[in-house]
């Protein structure tokens, strides 16, 4: 039986157990909102449109977080050869966390948004209505003592072992992400400028300081999973954060195109935007020469394949699927409509759901006792990918369809056509995009499933010095 090198490392599997579970939650309130698309008082009143939407949104946010602390958890003991400074303060941010995560969602769904606000002081700070950050203030307080205290707790755990550039780069996207969460508690009465400070938690995270998260996760499993040289994966991992920051930092100016922000931000935001997916491409070419270059077949065959889809999901949603409507002349025209739909669901999936299912890949066999997980199980965790990829992209054409019949109908018409009517014209992609959904949570089961599944253990064939041949290494029992 495989043991942890790090004991603290455990405290990562209640936080992976979480955030798969929040995920079952997200989707499943996806699929009743992609109902509510086609049948229109589905749910109604009991579960308006505007609350399933909060719930799907909200619990997407925190299930990521939630993977991303389980996956520093694990990570930094791990780089710093060193235990976690804390196990205990660990696990009890869990329970917080998981515990305030809860009672807001109860609450969104429970009682009015109007007097939910009432019921948590927002007349103190006025900080709720705003997409994505629609949490009442106790929960937004308690997101920044949780985040406090885990980066204490990891902070402390770096300062006194190793530091590698994995570990540091990780560092700094995560204390990146707390910071301009705090951009959220400003919410000024000044449309234009709560639109900019909206942008700066919005859009700073997941084009941002959320892209050193990524390529942090995505270099640590590529380095225990190929056995190639950590200096080579640092060299790669410093040009992609680099690209990322430089493109993502002024790439900001795509949403200043007509918020009533100066016009130069035109120019800034369609060239630097149109840069974007540089990094993404940089990092599909990375995985790919990493595992080309591989000097061991790792055991655990199907953390490789999440992290290799990782990267050529994340540059097809975040990088393609952005460029398509980055540039502020086809933007004017495409802004709000279903291809930003489709560029938002491609590109979380392929950034980051990937990111955390592939640590989760990568981790949990050993933290449930083993090396890797049997050829069985990893033959359905594969199986996963694939049946959640393509369930994806079925999605993804379909909004796009969706979204380029709408920008014609209502937008460049000689006749347009108003809102609702346009959307009922729109009602055959939303069907597909319904299908891709159920599909989508068929691959999602699937991979449950490859949890309870054991069997024998897998052989790990090491390559040799040389290069021109593999040894054979049996793998250690569960």
Not at 152 to 170: A, D, E, F, H, Q
Not at 235 to 247: D, E, N, P, R, S
Not at 301 to 324: D, K
Not at 461 to 471: A, C, D, I, K, V
Request: aromatic share 14%; charged share 10%; no cysteine.
């Amino acid at each position: 039986m495989k043991t942890l090198k790090y004991q603290s490392q455990s405290v990562a599997k209640l936080y992976f157990i979480g955030a798969i579970a929040l995920f079952v939650g997200q989707i499943v309130f996806g699929l009743f909102l992609g109902l509510q698309y086609v049948i229109g008082d589905f749910g109604f009143p009991a579960i308006p449109f505007n609350q399933a939407r909060m719930v799907h949104t909200n619990l997407l946010i925190v299930w990521l977080l939630m993977g991303f602390m389980g996956s520093a958890y694990y990570l930094i003991p791990e780089e710093a050869e060193t235990e976690l400074h804390s196990p205990k303060l660990a696990i009890a941010l869990f329970w917080i966390f998981l515990i305030a995560g809860a009672l807001t969602i109860v609450g969104y769904l429970a009682v009015p948004y109007a007097t939910l606000a009432k019921l948590t002081g927002n007349e103190l700070l006025e900080t709720m209505g705003r997409e994505f950050l629609e949490q009442p203030l106790p929960t937004k307080l308690g997101i920044v003592a949780v985040a406090l205290g885990f980066l204490y707790n990891i902070t402390m755990t770096l300062l006194k072992g190793r530091k590698t550039s994995i570990s540091l780069v990780l560092l700094m996207g995560l204390w990146g992400l707390a910071l301009f969460f705090l951009f959220s508690f400003v919410n000024p009465h000044n449309l234009v400028r709560d639109k900019l400070y909206w942008w700066f938690v919005v859009h700073l995270w997941v084009e941002g300081v959320w892209e050193l998260i990524l390529g942090a996760l995505l270099a640590f499993v590529l380095v225990k999973t190929t056995g190639v040289d950590r200096e080579v994966i640092d060299k790669w991992l410093y040009v992609i954060i680099a690209f990322a920051l430089m493109t993502g930092i002024l790439g900001t100016g795509h949403h200043f195109y007509f918020i009533g922000l100066p016009g130069y931000w035109q120019w800034i935001g369609s060239i630097f935007s149109a840069m974007e997916p540089i990094p993404f491409f940089m990092m599909t070419v990375f995985a790919f020469n990493m595992v080309q270059r591989r000097r061991r077949e790792h055991p655990n065959q199907a953390a490789v394949l999440w992290a290799v889809g990782t990267s050529v999901m994340g540059f097809l949603g975040a990088g393609l699927w952005g460029f398509i409507h980055t540039l502020s002349a086809v933007n004017y025209y495409t802004h709000g409509t279903q291809i930003t739909a489709a560029h938002g669901h491609l590109a979380f999936y392929g950034a980051y759901v990937l990111v955390v299912i592939t640590m989760i890949s990568y981790a949990m066999p050993t933290l449930r006792g083993r090396l890797a997980n049997s050829q069985k199980a990893q033959s359905v965790e594969m199986w996963s990918f694939w049946i959640m990829t393509i369930g994806m992209g079925v999605m993804v054409l379909a909004l796009t369809g969706a979204g380029i019949l709408q920008v014609w109908l209502q937008r460049l018409s000689s006749n347009p056509m108003g809102f609702m009517a346009t959307q009922d014209q729109l009602n055959f992609f939303y069907w597909i995009r319904l299908g891709g959904g159920v599909m989508f949570l068929i691959g999602l089961l699937t991979y449950l499933t490859s949890f309870f599944i054991g069997g024998e253990p897998v052989v790990e064939l090491t390559q040799s010095s040389g290069g021109n041949g593999r040894q054979a290494v049996p793998a250690q029992r569960a």
